[in-house]
């Protein structure tokens, strides 16, 4: 029987009760990893063997971007400089999944330290577009069906938009949410840990287990509907942004579609704008990104030039032209837009906007736009992209639902009622 494909609940209730066999989830990822593999390049390294565990997630694979350090295993960062490397000792969530008897399937592919030189992944749906980076791999191989969670990190756009891309569900929590301790930074004042699964059902397990580390929750059927009940049909702020005329047709059109059902559903909806422009907001993001990058790969970029690209080159550059005062005026843009948006959004669930300008870019040069994921990295908002539709190029399409810093549980009880009103059917990747 082929178990790929299997949502992380399904599997977690199936290993625990021997529907299926310890070892099942394990092969099956294997063998849909050996049949995509030659064409989606998600995987950097991938074990010979995987050694049995016990725990709530005993059985189940889960991907791990390869800038997320793994005792035992290489991890590269996307970057010849590291090729080779082995660390000694795991990042903390490499540690927490083992911790909880998960397996650690492979390592996936990064855009070099996570910014914007791709890697070879494709997309799930398409050979001839990008994933979108920088989460490249972790957001193709749940989208190819080889395993039910992977994690990624999102300083920018690298967690919503990979998964708007490759239609699967992509959350981003609340920054500071889970430990970077043993992921390489990009700018510490962004950076989050993500992760994508296949139904909001699933994100909401992974938030139980890796940040209220409640895993009591996903032990039985039915634990995670208490834990995330449905809501009555939420009150939601619609914000598009002056880059709204950027976005093509087919976006914008799936997103007055999932307007419409929604509304349809009963949610109450109210157009509003953000405390500062998308241009501001997006400015701001990138002069404190490029500030701190800077300073953390300025000497590797000096030092061995042959093994940094022109991308991470023209980074380091970029952020060392950053002032002093600029960067402290970004930080306190930063720390006022977060203020003025608690306040503006508080009468609401959450909000509602597009995850990127459409379907993926085709080819692999260009991972795509990230200025409708920006506002919400800089603010450390927690955020979650859920697939609505599909493109006249059968490529998927996504919506993007957002809140305050904190709020992440309310946003995944809102992401689970939409996700049902929506009701996108992903159909299967060949």
């Known amino acids: 029987m082929d178990f790929s494909g299997k949502t992380l609940l399904g599997a977690i209730w199936e290993l625990q009760t021997g529907a299926i066999p310890r070892t099942a989830m394990i092969a099956a990822a294997r063998q849909r990893a050996d049949e995509v593999e030659p064409w989606l390049h998600a995987f950097t390294y991938r074990p010979a063997i995987y050694p049995p565990l016990s725990g709530v997630l005993a059985g189940i694979p889960i991907a791990l971007k390869d800038i997320i350090a793994t005792a035992g295993m290489p991890t590269c960062n996307g970057s010849p400089f590291y090729a080779g490397n082995v660390p000694a000792e795991d990042a903390w969530i490499a540690a927490k999944i083992k911790n909880y008897g998960g397996t650690i399937f492979g390592k996936t592919v990064t855009t070099e330290f996570a910014w914007r030189h791709p890697g070879p992944t494709v997309n799930a749906w398409s050979r001839l577009h990008t994933p979108g980076g920088s989460s490249s791999g972790s957001a193709a191989c749940v989208g190819a069906g080889i395993v039910p969670l992977a994690f990624g990190s999102q300083t920018l756009g690298s967690?919503?938009?990979?998964?708007?891309?490759?239609?699967?569900?992509?959350?981003?929590?609340?920054?500071?949410?889970?430990?970077?301790?043993g992921v390489h930074p990009l700018a510490g004042s962004l950076d989050h840990l993500g992760y994508f699964t296949r139904n909001v059902a699933d994100a909401a397990a992974a938030f139980a287990l890796f940040i209220e580390q409640t895993p009591e929750v996903v032990e039985t059927e039915t634990s995670w509907r208490d834990y995330f009940p449905l809501i009555e049909p939420p009150r939601l702020a619609v914000i598009r942004t002056e880059a709204w005329s950027r976005a093509d047709a087919e976006q914008q059109g799936n997103f007055e579609s999932s307007l419409t059902a929604l509304r349809k559903a009963g949610a109450e909806l109210t157009e509003m704008v953000l405390p500062a422009s998308s241009d501001a907001i997006f400015e701001a993001t990138l002069v404190i990104l490029q500030y701190e990058a800077a300073r953390i790969h300025q000497n590797m970029a000096a030092n061995h030039p042959d093994q940094a690209s022109d991308v991470l080159k023209k980074l380091v550059a970029d952020g060392l032209a950053v002032t002093e005062s600029d960067y402290h005026a970004a930080l306190a843009f930063q720390k006022h837009l977060t203020g003025q948006f608690a306040k503006l959004v508080a009468p609401y669930h959450a909000v509602l906007t597009l995850p990127a300008l459409g379907e993926a870019p085709p080819g692999l040069a260009f991972t795509g736009d990230a200025t409708f994921c920006a506002a919400w990295s800089l603010m450390g908002a927690p955020a979650i992209s859920i697939p609505s539709g599909w493109s006249s190029n059968m490529l998927p399409l996504g919506l993007q639902i957002a809140s305050t810093p904190g709020a992440d549980k309310q946003l995944l009880q809102v992401a689970a009622w939409a996700e049902g009103c929506i009701n996108w059917a992903p159909g299967a990747v060949k």
């Open 159 to 181: 967690i919503i938009r990979p998964a708007a891309f490759n239609g699967v569900v992509g959350y981003k929590p609340s920054f500071g949410s889970m430990s970077l301790d």
